[in-house]
């Protein structure tokens, strides 16, 4: 089992920044990606960020390339997600999800989430 608590969200002005983390307990050796999921209101959950653990590689969804920065420090067991250039359709939902699966590139096998916390991004 992993747990995972997510910190950091809150209300920002569109153009600005924000960074989520996501301090991971349990059996962490395991979760071999982290990543950011998010849901709307009305919406489907989406992925948004990725990392593998191992070797720090990462992966995004199109609408944040550029603009998110996925990250982990080891030491904490602690994951990160810095958010610039925010828009307002990047309101929603964040969860953390680890996964013991590889699954290359996918969105897919992440099987411990987060309760998540709320970022708002108003006009």
């Known amino acids: 089992q992993v747990q995972l608590v997510e910190s950091g969200g809150g209300s920002v002005q569109a153009r600005g920044s924000l960074r989520l983390s996501c301090a991971a307990s349990?059996?962490?050796?395991?979760?071999?990606?982290m990543g950011w999921f998010r849901q709307a209101p009305g919406k489907e959950r989406e992925g948004v960020a990725a990392?593998?653990?191992?070797?720090?590689?990462?992966y995004y969804a199109d609408s944040v390339k550029g603009r998110f920065t996925i990250s982990q420090d080891k030491a904490k067991n602690t994951v990160y997600l810095q958010m610039n250039s925010l828009k307002p359709e990047d309101t929603a939902m964040y969860y953390c999800a680890a996964s013991p699966n590889l699954f290359g590139g996918s969105w897919n096998g992440f099987d411990y989430w987060g309760q998540g916390t709320q970022v708002t991004v108003f006009s």
């Open positions: 990392i593998y653990t191992g070797g720090g590689r990462t």
């Open positions: 349990g059996n962490t050796y395991s979760s071999v990606r």
